[in-house]
């Protein structure tokens, strides 16, 4: 006698499950308890007859077993998503953008009319996102990321290359003007947009000056909180030329000459999210737009 797999529902979550690094992140997204989401996983493993996670004191890593079926789930369930948008309609006329709101406000925002007239039926949907995370990849079609394009969470294409050199406000350009960069920069705090940002690193290397070992580095994700904090004095950060304004009215200064050029903002569609016309429509507008 033929016998079935009972838990189609088990694998979809166990899906959503492995896109975060613990039971609680997941649950927590999910709206569910922790102990419900362990139990759900603990019932899939058992009719499977392995174990899909590696239980840590961190969190939860996939097993070498949990890997294969998440691959062949994934797929399977990205496809019918694709294929229920298509049913709906909504696959060619819908589309979510994340973007910071540091790039929105000073670039897109004034940008957006044109494309709406352009495409009256795609409805445009503007996903403010700060972290990029796996977590807040999942929710777009498309991401508007700033940084070096070294991502391997999806399809990168380069839209608007802008270099990025370290700013300061005036108290800090005075001390450079003083001291001299070499100097000048032991004393300032590092700002930077992510716990494992390399940015600074291949800066000061770039600059041929030494990396720094010190402590107090302020980890500031928002980029207009960042911009913010550097007026206000907490310390120095790696920005680019969408702070003109803040430039030109001298409430930040620029404090190098030296930038790293392959920095700039990058397209980034999620390894999920399949191609679509929406998507490549927004994709040539906003490099026309350049």
Same mark, same amino acid.
């Given at each position: ?37 362990? @139990?759900?996983?603990?019932? &899939?493993?058992?009719?499977?007859? =392995?174990?899909?996670?590696? /239980?840590?004191?961190?969190? #939860?890593? *996939? ?55 352009? @495409?009256?039926?795609?409805? &445009?949907?503007?996903?403010?996102? =700060?972290?990029?995370?796996? /977590?807040?990849?999942?929710? #777009?079609? *498309? ?60 800066? &000061? ?9 010190? /402590?107090?580095?302020?980890? #500031? ?70």
């Amino acid at each position: 006698m033929r016998t079935h797999f009972r838990h189609h529902d088990l694998l979809r979550l166990f899906v959503e499950i492995a896109r975060h690094p613990s039971f609680s992140e997941a649950a927590e997204a999910m709206n569910m308890t922790k102990g419900a989401t362990s @139990y759900q996983i603990k019932t &899939l493993e058992a009719d499977l007859g =392995i174990a899909l996670f590696r /239980r840590t004191t961190r969190g #939860v890593t *996939l097993t070498g077993e949990g890997l294969k079926p998440l691959a062949a789930c994934q797929t399977r369930y990205e496809e019918i998503e694709a294929d229920l948008r298509a049913l709906r309609g909504m696959s060619s006329q819908t589309l979510t953008v994340g973007v910071s709101t540091y790039f929105a406000a000073r670039w897109l925002s004034p940008r957006l009319m044109s494309f709406m007239q352009r @495409y009256p039926n795609v409805q &445009l949907r503007i996903q403010p996102m =700060i972290q990029f995370s796996d /977590r807040e990849m999942h929710d #777009v079609d *498309l991401a508007i990321r700033w940084g070096n394009g070294n991502w391997d969470d999806g399809a990168v294409t380069p839209f608007m290359p802008m270099p990025t050199y370290p700013v300061g406000n005036s108290e800090a350009a005075r001390q450079v003007d003083r001291l001299g960069m070499n100097r000048a920069i032991s004393r300032f705090t590092l700002l930077r947009d992510r716990d494992d940002s390399n940015a600074w690193s291949a800066w &000061l290397s770039a600059a041929g000056l030494p990396q720094q070992s010190r /402590r107090d580095v302020l980890i #500031v994700p928002d980029p207009n909180v960042r911009v913010q904090a550097v007026i206000d004095g907490q310390g120095i950060a790696l920005m680019d030329d969408l702070l003109k304004d803040e430039l030109d009215d001298t409430k930040l200064f620029r404090l190098s000459e030296v930038e790293l050029s392959d920095y700039g903002y990058f397209l980034v569609r999620p390894h999920r999210t399949p191609a679509s016309e929406t998507a490549r429509v927004f994709s040539d507008w906003i490099q026309d737009e350049v």
